[in-house]
C-alpha cells in the first residue's frame, strides 16, 4: 500500500540545544509539531518529506519516529508507513494520574526549600504568562507553562524526575494544546500557577498540594468536552 502523507505540515528545524544529537532534535521539533496538531493525529507522515523540510539524512528522521512510537505519539505500520495517533483519552487519564502522584510531592518538597533565588524565579515566570496570554501568543504561553513546572522541579532538587514526566505526558501535552483558549481559559491557568507559587514562595507544602492537585485535574473538565468537539481526533 502507498502511503499519502499528509503535506499540509511545514516544519523548520533551527539550531540544535548544546549536545544535543540531531536524532534528538529531530525529535524534538516532530513532536512539537505534533502536539500543536501540525501533523494531526490519523494522517499519515513520510521520512522522506520531513528529511526534505528539515534539511536532514533520513537517518535522524529514522531515529525520531522510533522515539516517537515509543511515546505513543505515532505507530509504524509495517509495509504500510507511519501514522500520527489518534489521541487516547485513557492515556490522557492515565497520564494525568500519574503526573499528579509525582507533581504533587515535587511541590511539596519545593515549598520545604525554597529561597529567594527561586522564589524570583516564579514570579518572573508567572510575569512572562501574563504578557503572553496579554499577546495572545498561547504557543508561547504553553512553553513558558512547561517553564514554570520545570523551575518548581528544579526549585525541590528532582530535575530528573521532571525528565520522566516529560515521557508520560506526550498525550496530556496534545490536550492542553487544544484547550487553550477555548475549553480552558489562559487567565484560568495562571492564577492556578500563581496559587501553586504561593503556596511554595510562602514554604507551606499542603497549600501547593493543594494547589498543584487543583491545577493538574483541570484537564479532566476540558478533556469531555474537547472530543466531543473534536471525535476525529480522539480514540476511546
Not at 1 to 11: C, N
Not at 143 to 156: C, G, K, M, P
Not at 203 to 225: C, F, N, Q, T, Y
Request: net charge neutral.
Amino acid at each position: 500500500m502507498t502511503v499519502k502523507p499528509d503535506l499540509e505540515y511545514s516544519l523548520e528545524l533551527g539550531a540544535p540545544p548544546r549536545q544535543a544529537t540531531m536524532g534528538s532534535h529531530v525529535f524534538d521539533v516532530l513532536r512539537q509539531a505534533i502536539v500543536q496538531l501540525k501533523l494531526k493525529p490519523g494522517n499519515a507522515v513520510s521520512e522522506t518529506e520531513i528529511a526534505r523540510q528539515l534539511g536532514v539524512s533520513r537517518q535522524p528522521v529514522r531515529e525520531a519516529i522510533i522515539k516517537l512510537a515509543d511515546a505513543g505519539l505515532v505507530e509504524v505500520r509495517p509495509q504500510r508507513g507511519t501514522y500520527v495517533l489518534l489521541i487516547s483519552k485513557r492515556e490522557v487519564e492515565t497520564a494525568r494520574f500519574l503526573r499528579e502522584a509525582i507533581e504533587v510531592a515535587i511541590a511539596r518538597k519545593a515549598a520545604e526549600r525554597i529561597d529567594a533565588k527561586a522564589a524570583s524565579d516564579l514570579r518572573a515566570c508567572l510575569e512572562h504568562q501574563k504578557i503572553a496570554e496579554q499577546s495572545g501568543v498561547y504557543t508561547e504561553f504553553l512553553r513558558l507553562d512547561e517553564q514554570f513546572h520545570q523551575t518548581i522541579a528544579r526549585t525541590a532538587d528532582c530535575e530528573s524526575a521532571w525528565k520522566v514526566l516529560e515521557g508520560l505526558k506526550a498525550q496530556m501535552d496534545r490536550v492542553r494544546f487544544l484547550s487553550i483558549p477555548m475549553a480552558t481559559p489562559v487567565a484560568t491557568l495562571i492564577a492556578q500557577h500563581g496559587a501553586i507559587a504561593e503556596g511554595i514562595i510562602a514554604g507551606d507544602p499542603d497549600k501547593a498540594e493543594a494547589s498543584m492537585r487543583v491545577h493538574l485535574r483541570e484537564i479532566l473538565k476540558s478533556l469531555p468536552k474537547l472530543s466531543a468537539e473534536h471525535p476525529d481526533l480522539f480514540v476511546e
